[in-house]
């Protein structure tokens, strides 16, 4: 009884502590405090190659697609790279001159690591079943390979037993969300159809991981319960079952923004954790979350285990290496490279010959063009959502981010606008709007514009700065030293499954004509 009632407290000063807190990550004292990633990494799957961990995150329509994570001691991650550069292997509707598919692309998948290969396997909601491979997870990856042309599926997992032989578990989320588990040919490359089976269907079940540990076959999903989706787990002696089930996991909608997809991993000390994302997105996105496992009685229990055996959400604990050096994803850039640095992500595939780093040394330089036209007359969403070549970052959910450009508006034509924005289910855009060859700052509140000054110099600085309350304030500069304020507040929000996105945008509405160059993007968070 002593022992539940103090869990019980615990898991109430934890909830508590959760609302109440802006830290994040690596503390510098030996513990760490959750989210590790205060930024919408969704959909999280992680995997140990040696002493080394990485993690998959989806991307939806976001180019290149399916974000790389790496890290020493799973709590500090720096992005390393991205799968899939060419959307347009997955469906023209992601390309620049569509744009259709908000909410769609590349969802869940899984990393692993197989005959000295990375494989990395995902479905999309309207397209099917896509693969590729790496023998660096940096990349280059193989162009995306697409294993069956379906919809309605989704969550799909490799697993190779013993004997060699491939396996393929998924949801058809289209039918009941019953979970399916396929053969696959000997170079991972192909569904043997003949060989489906359905080993699980309840309310919402989805996520799949398998696992074999000591001879068990072990088979992680989340399904939906009467306090939300939960983390479940089977086990059996045999692959396709049948299968003990067990809840591993208790969540809470409201306080722990229900930690439910991720993946198990084993240290080389033999401690085992669970890396996942918090499946209840606020403005900042899915966030990511590391939670110790503890094996009961052969069940590897997530949090802090309970009298119930369940385990409970845990928002403080030591790290799994005490001395490990903090790191932090990646954001400033310079534009001093040929390529663009891994924290980049394109709105839907980019169009390759309106943007460069190399016709001007130093600078991006981005080509406006006109937005798609809108097909459906239903279709209310705004040119800032149908423009092509909008470069952005995630956002991070802390107590002080600032992200500051320096933009050369010199070769801006009428009819363009450019500059700095936020958008999810909402948008804001801060930027110089050319008419009549006049050039003016403009603040754009989800169609509600605030006209500022205009503007005759060469060059501006834009500025948005926010907390861990998600308010944004805009402000610009006409030396880069003293800002000004323009606008009111902007609230950062949630849509399309995604958090809400920093970006750089340059578009015309008439011609394509005119062009800016960025010369620095500077974005800096607090990292505690």
Not at 438 to 461: C, F, H, M, S
């Amino acid at each position: 009884m002593k022992k539940a009632l103090a869990l019980l407290l615990l898991f109430i000063v934890n909830a508590a502590f959760a609302q109440q807190s802006d830290q994040w990550g690596d503390q510098g004292n030996g513990t760490y405090i959750n989210p590790v990633l205060p930024g919408d990494y969704s959909d999280i799957d992680a995997i140990r190659v040696g002493n080394d961990y990485y993690a998959i995150s989806s991307t939806f329509q976001y180019s290149p697609g399916m974000v790389i994570l790496h890290s020493k001691d799973l709590v500090s991650w720096k992005i390393l790279g991205h799968v899939a550069n060419d959307l347009t292997r997955i469906s023209p509707a992601l390309n620049w001159d569509q744009m259709d598919r908000y909410g769609k692309g590349i969802w869940a998948g899984a990393i692993r690591f197989h005959k000295n290969k990375f494989w990395v396997y995902f479905c999309t909601p309207g397209e099917g079943f896509f693969m590729s491979t790496a023998s660096n997870p940096a990349g280059p990856w193989e162009p995306l390979h697409k294993m069956w042309g379906v919809s309605g599926w989704d969550d799909c997992c490799p697993f190779w037993d013993d004997d060699g032989q491939g396996y393929l578990v998924t949801t058809n989320f289209a039918d009941q969300y019953k979970i399916h588990l396929f053969k696959m040919n000997a170079d991972g490359k192909q569904i043997i159809m003949e060989s489906d089976s359905v080993i699980h269907q309840s309310k919402g079940s989805e996520a799949s991981k398998l696992y074999k540990i000591n001879g068990t076959y072990y088979h992680f999903y989340s399904e939906v319960k009467s306090e939300g989706r939960v983390p479940m787990m089977h086990r059996s002696k045999n692959i396709y079952g049948p299968y003990e089930t067990k809840q591993l996991f208790h969540v809470n909608k409201q306080k722990d923004k229900e930690p439910n997809q991720g993946g198990l991993i084993q240290r080389p000390s033999g401690d085992w954790w669970f890396f996942t994302h918090q499946g209840t997105g606020s403005w900042e996105g899915r966030t990511a979350c590391l939670l110790p496992v503890t094996w009961i009685n052969g069940w590897p229990i997530i949090g802090a285990v309970g009298a119930d055996t369940i385990g409970n959400m845990i928002w403080e604990h030591k790290k799994p290496e005490p001395k490990s050096t903090a790191v932090f994803p990646q954001t400033n850039d310079e534009f001093n490279n040929a390529v663009l640095p891994v924290q980049w992500e394109w709105n839907y595939q980019p169009r390759k010959e309106n943007w460069s780093l190399t016709q001007r040394a130093g600078f991006l330089r981005l080509h406006a063009f006109v937005p798609v036209k809108l097909k459906d007359e239903k279709d209310k969403r705004s040119l800032l959502y149908r423009a092509g070549n909008t470069i952005t970052q995630r956002c991070m959910r802390t107590k002080k981010n600032e992200v500051t450009i320096k933009m050369d508006i010199t070769k801006m034509a009428d009819r363009q606008l450019a500059g700095l924005c936020h958008y999810a289910a909402t948008y804001s855009t801060f930027g110089i709007k050319q008419l009549a060859g006049v050039r003016r700052l403009v603040y754009d509140n989800n169609g509600k514009e605030t006209a500022g000054p205009i503007i005759t110099g060469n060059a501006i600085w834009l500025r948005s700065a926010w907390g861990f309350d998600g308010i944004s304030h805009y402000a610009y500069s006409l030396d880069g030293k003293i800002f000004t304020p323009l606008g009111g507040e902007y609230k950062l929000t949630w849509g399309y499954y995604r958090g809400d996105r920093i970006g750089i945008y340059s578009f015309n509405e008439q011609e394509e004509k005119g062009w800016i160059d960025v010369d620095w993007f500077h974005y800096n968070y607090a990292t505690f």
